[in-house]
């Protein structure tokens, strides 16, 4: 934990809605220019092979939008099209070695198009593989909050502490707050069966 509250008040609110608002209004011009009722933007982007570049090219020719979507929807399309399927497989593959690179992808967008990121869980995240993680990032809605590392079992006390003195070195005035903590991960996704 960065040691950063994540809040979701005030000036903070108004940017974390302001991103919700961005995939609502990315679905709104999708709907408006094409005459489709797409209840979600997956949904749209997926009705047809080139419904991405379709809604690029309306942010485009509407000159009153921002052009910061152009930006949000290339984040939205990487992730939902490439960065989780391929994380999926990597995991299924045992390939651990391949989710250090798409991790920082996401994280990158995250950073760059959804600008919701600090110098706390920036610097955490970047320095996690850079101190010798698999992968890190950070994780929830942004504004502050909490950065992941994964490391081997075996690795993990050494890593904790690197980790932990390289950012409250970088960070000192989070050295009251801060936390650092390993865990497990949970079980997988599963179906339940029907209860009769």
């Not at 489709?36 to 949904?43: G, I, M, P, Y």
């Not at 485009?60 to 999926?88: C, K, M």
């Not at 502050?144 to 590392?149: L, P, R």
Request: hydrophobic share 45%.
């Amino acid at each position: 934990m960065s040691g950063v509250h994540a809040a979701k008040g005030a000036a903070v609110r108004d940017r974390y809605n302001a991103l919700a608002q961005e995939i609502a209004g990315l679905l709104a011009l999708w709907n408006r220019e094409t005459g489709r009722s797409d209840r979600s933007l997956f949904a749209a982007l997926q009705s047809e092979p080139s419904a991405s570049a379709q809604l690029s090219a309306m942010i485009a020719a509407d000159p009153s939008l921002d052009n910061a979507l152009q930006g949000r929807l290339a984040q939205f399309v990487d992730e939902t099209n490439v960065i989780i399927p391929q994380v999926a497989r990597s995991l299924h593959d045992g390939n651990v070695a391949a989710l250090g690179g798409l991790v920082a992808r996401s994280q990158a967008n995250a950073e760059s198009a959804l600008r919701n990121q600090i110098p706390e869980t920036v610097h955490l995240a970047r320095r996690a593989r850079e101190l010798g993680a698999a992968a890190g990032s950070a994780f929830g809605a942004g504004f502050g909050g909490s950065v992941w590392a994964l490391v081997r079992d075996e690795e993990l006390a050494p890593f904790l502490a690197r980790w932990r003195d390289d950012y409250l070195a970088a960070f000192p005035a989070r050295r009251q707050r801060a936390e650092f903590f390993a865990s497990g991960p949970g079980p997988s996704a599963c179906e339940l069966p029907a209860t009769r």
